[in-house]
């Protein structure tokens, strides 16, 4: 029976056989490609499929078949606020759901980890109940799956050596720190001016500082807020964690 398996959870399948799923027999991987993503994204992608040795697939959302987030901000004049952000919506959910209707599936598995009980409960209750929570039940959390990529001697995405604490996009609207956007600025200065002069056209105020909400182009440079987590790779195998000011 097929199960459609989301880029997160990619490494569930390479310990499948501890999980008591024995009637799922064809597993198929989906991922949702974004413009705004690392480029190295793409090679870890591939990285993932040839360890696992199975196809990759690509979800998008036909209405936007360039999958980039910077033309779902300008279609929909909204980048981001209580609701979330757009791109969300549109390349992830509503790409899946494409996927879904186009497809037939016994079983969803999504990258919900063992802290991610609450999300996981959440999903199941609001969108669909075949979902199988086989991270949640092999209890592994984000860091147990970084220890296994490094155990196989894969390359984590380069978001993460570039002292940011996950994989999205380059400039991720969904977040207000003013720590992660003065990295950005520092790290990636074309894509911050970018952001700024959109989302002062479009009127998104991003960054939050001491409560007040601040236009890109308004952050200090020195201005920080609380400190980002970041992996430390000094002890060899990501064995914690440690706290990254920028």
Known sequence: ????????????????????????????????????????????????????????????????????????????????GINGAPCTQELKKMARQHWENANNFDYLVLGFTSEEHSRFKRFKLLE?????????????????????????????????????????????????????????????PKVFNARATQSRQIGAKLVRVKGQRLFLDELDPDAKGRPMKGLNFECGIFCEEKQLIV
């Not at 056989?17 to 949702?32: C, D, M």
């Not at 075949?130 to 894969?154: R, Y």
């Open 1 to 80: 029976m097929p199960t459609a398996i989301s880029r997160k959870n990619l490494l569930s399948n390479s310990i499948r056989v501890s999980f008591p799923y024995p009637e799922l027999t064809f597993i198929r991987a989906v991922n949702n490609p974004i413009r705004e993503e690392h480029p190295d994204s793409r090679r870890f992608l591939k990285d993932v499929g040839n360890w696992l040795d199975i196809k990759i697939e690509s979800a998008t959302n036909p209405k936007y078949p360039n999958h980039s987030c910077v033309e779902v901000w300008e279609g929909r004049k909204y980048m981001s």
């Open 128 to 188: 669909r109940d075949n979902i199988l929570p086989v991270l949640i039940d092999a209890n592994l959390s984000k860091h147990n799956c970084f220890e296994i990529i490094a155990d196989v001697g894969l390359r984590l995405p380069e978001m993460y050596f570039l002292g940011y604490p996950n994989a999205n996009c380059i400039g991720c609207v969904k977040a207000t720190s003013p720590t992660y956007w003065n990295h950005v600025r520092e790290v990636h």
